[in-house]
């Protein structure tokens, strides 16, 4: 609450009773300050998952060593990043999105908002009941008709403010905070990550493999410079072996 009124101080106007739209934004944005680096870390965590297990599962298609390390680090990491990158940059779009401007036709916020109304008015009630017994030695409590009237308690114009944006915030948030955990999964995660035809899970594919020219296979695949001129040599040597032999069967 203090947080709240030291907003509604700083940004009041001349209304009287209300609050500006301003006010209930302020305070969202405060309050919501943390999303930011809990949702990087949060999709950190699954790119991490995602990138070790493209990274095992290569590891099984590939067992040589060498051909594995070529691939991985020539042709697969650059893309992979750059499609890291696609994710964690729509996870921040998202969040500018949702510490924006407050707005939602969520119906829940009402309901809730009304609950809180409910519930402040319940607990006025409940200062003001006294216990009654009945006739047959049971007691419950009342509130007399005579002290109703004092049911709203005395609040000074800042206060009644201040807890109705309290009410307010709190009704959104609970909604908001729902809506953009489902979206971070459904769009950041689920799709750029996962599900996405050009994403992560699809860089290592036929085509990928199809789209590689003979000088990308010689340098994946290929032997080295030693080793192909230690084929060379043998195979000079072999020639020469065969001529000899058909010389002494001559």
């Keep these: 609450m203090d947080g709240i009124r030291e907003i509604y101080q700083a940004s009041r106007g001349p209304e009287l009773g ?3 739209g301003t006010v209930l934004s302020s305070v969202f944005l405060q309050q ?4 930011e680096p809990l949702t ?9 998952l995602v990138h070790d297990y493209i990274n095992a599962l290569l590891e099984i298609l590939c067992p040589e060593e060498e051909v594995c390390a070529q691939l991985w680090q020539g042709f697969l990491v650059d893309r ?14 998202l969040l500018g999105v ?4 407050p707005a939602t036709f969520n119906h829940y916020f009402n309901d809730i908002l009304q609950k809180k109304r409910s519930d402040r008015f319940t607990s006025a009630m409940e200062k003001l009941a006294v216990n009654c017994t009945k006739n047959d030695g049971t007691s419950s409590k009342y509130v007399p008709v005579n002290q109703l009237r004092n049911g709203a308690e005395n609040k000074d114009n800042e206060e009644q403010v201040c ?14 905070r729902k809506r953009f955990v489902d979206v971070v999964y459904q769009q950041a995660i689920w799709h750029y990550l996962l599900a ?18 003979d000088e990308q296979l010689e340098e994946i695949a290929g032997e ?15 020639e020469s072996l065969k001529a000899a032999l058909k010389v002494l069967r001559s």
């Design 18 to 20: 209300t609050f500006g």
């Design 40 to 48: 990087l870390l949060h999709m950190s965590r699954a790119i991490v």
């Design 196 to 213: 996405d035809p050009e994403g992560p899970l699809k860089v290592f594919d036929t085509d990928m493999v199809m789209r590689l020219t």
């Design 98 to 101: 949702e510490r924006n401007q």
């Design 80 to 93: 992979l990043v750059q499609q890291y990158r696609q994710a964690i940059s729509h996870a921040r779009f």
């Design 163 to 176: 807890e109705d944006v309290l009410d307010t915030f709190t009704s959104y948030y609970k909604v908001a």
């Design 224 to 238: 080295d410079e030693e080793s192909k001129q230690q084929r060379a040599t043998l195979s000079r040597e072999v």
């Design 32 to 35: 919501s300050e943390k999303w």
